[in-house]
């Protein structure tokens, strides 16, 4: 029975199960003399497709082998998950099927180390003890499917097929996001995202963008950006996402902080500005004392955005209180993006606020958003606010936000972001 995890059903043994054992029903009567694949060719040239198989019953796996051969399939072996993961290196197949109650690395444990190597190459996973927890756990990590034993030849060689062509649609795709410049989707199952995170986190740099005041031609400080040479996760956004469903916000929060804040020597006297997640609010490290950030407070802004709700998080104004008799002073980001009212204004009581970059984008041809950048400049800086107007791109941008009296500049027109630190075109 062929359990289809798309539509997460649950793992169930077949009432009616086939009258032959797995050594039987994959007639393992064939020795195979080579753990090396077969020619690489069918007869008429074209491109066999390559499957890894897994399975620490020799029987079982050898019926297995024999069986995709005699349907045309490159087939390498593997008695055990270390042994398999060790093919992994080097080269790449287009189906893994795998036991999974298998001594030392079990087939859940190999699925996450497949992640490692290919976000997308179809896992069959194949259980003489099936039960849900194993299915949903299967589910969980990216199976395509989940077979149980004794394994129906003809179901076997269906999902061989469907995974096959599954995994062909899958490098179309990404041909075709390379194309148009979208590279690196997101992987779809945790075992990859799990992957694609942990390589994120190890490729993790911090770009930093000035912030300015253009008329004392100053460098008021900067922005700490998130970044990441992982190319599965190709922007900020994308890291977050990754880290929000692995439940890991903290750890990159954490992450973020600690590495921003390592450039910032004695000897500087800039202002260093740090987006915060609302959930960093609760985060103990975030006021830790001996926190690399927290060393640094009275020279640290930290942006809180306006597109997030404060709601989830308790006693804010509590919270928000202890960071700044730390020193930390507090920011509303993008401005005239977010949730309406007055509940960022009224819980964080900023130093600082930045209006959104969609504001500030054509400014100079756009009469009402002249008006709504004045009111907005006016009102904060009647509450003692200091106005950073975000995104600015173009002179008349910058000369038209000077006219209605922000205070700071921030954009590519004065620097990109970059490595500790960009020099400003003034």
């Known amino acids: 029975m062929v359990v289809s995890l798309t539509q997460a059903e649950s793992a169930q043994p077949s009432g009616a199960p086939p009258s032959s054992s797995p050594r039987e029903a994959l007639s393992a009567v064939m020795p195979i003399s080579s753990a090396e694949p077969e020619s690489g060719e069918r007869a008429d040239g074209s491109a066999k497709a390559s499957v890894l198989v897994v399975d620490d019953d020799p029987d079982v796996l050898r ?68 039960a849900v927890s194993t299915a949903v756990q299967a589910l969980e990590y990216g199976a395509f499917h989940y077979l149980t034993k004794p394994v129906d030849s003809e179901a076997l060689v269906r999902a061989v097929s469907k995974a096959v062509s599954m995994h062909r649609m899958a490098r179309v795709k990404q041909q075709a996001a390379e194309l148009l410049g979208h590279a690196g989707a997101l992987g779809a199952d945790r075992a990859g995202l799990e992957a694609s995170f942990d390589r994120a986190m190890q490729s993790l740099w911090i770009a930093y963008q000035p912030i300015v005041d253009f008329r004392r031609k100053q460098i008021y400080g900067y922005e700490a950006l998130l970044r990441s040479n992982e ?46 997640h609302v959930t960093d609010l609760v985060d103990p490290w975030l006021s830790a004392p001996d926190s690399p950030l927290s060393l640094i407070a009275n020279r640290v802004v930290l942006e809180v955005t306006e597109r997030s709700s404060l709601d989830e998080v308790k006693d804010v104004r509590a919270r928000v209180a202890a960071l700044r008799e730390m020193g930390f002073r507090i920011a509303v980001d993008d401005l005239g993006a977010g949730y309406a009212g007055l509940t960022s204004f009224t819980l964080l009581e900023p130093e600082i606020v930045k209006l959104d970059m969609s504001l500030v984008r054509d400014v100079h041809k756009n009469s009402t958003k002249q008006k709504v950048i004045r009111s907005m400049t006016a009102l904060s800086q009647d509450m003692g606010m200091t106005v950073v107007a975000e995104g600015v791109e173009t002179i008349e941008e910058r000369d038209t936000l000077i006219d209605l009296d922000c205070d700071l500049l921030q954009g590519f027109l004065f620097a990109k972001p970059g490595r500790p630190f960009p020099e400003v075109k003034w």
């Open 231 to 276: 190319p599965s996760l190709p922007h900020p956004g994308a890291v977050i996402d990754a880290a929000t469903r692995l439940g890991r916000l903290d750890f990159l929060g954490r992450s973020i902080r600690d590495l921003a804040a390592a450039p910032m020597t004695s000897s500087t006297t800039e202002m260093l500005f740090v987006n915060l």
């Open 63 to 130: 019926g297995v082998v024999r069986l995709l051969r005699s349907q045309g399939y490159s087939v390498t072996q593997a008695t055990n998950g270390a042994e398999a993961a060790r093919s992994l290196h080097g080269r790449s197949f287009d189906v893994i099927v795998s036991d999974i109650k298998m001594p030392g690395m079990d087939g859940i444990q190999l699925l996450r180390e497949v992640r490692a190597h290919d976000l997308h190459v179809p896992v069959v996973l194949v259980t003489g003890e099936p």
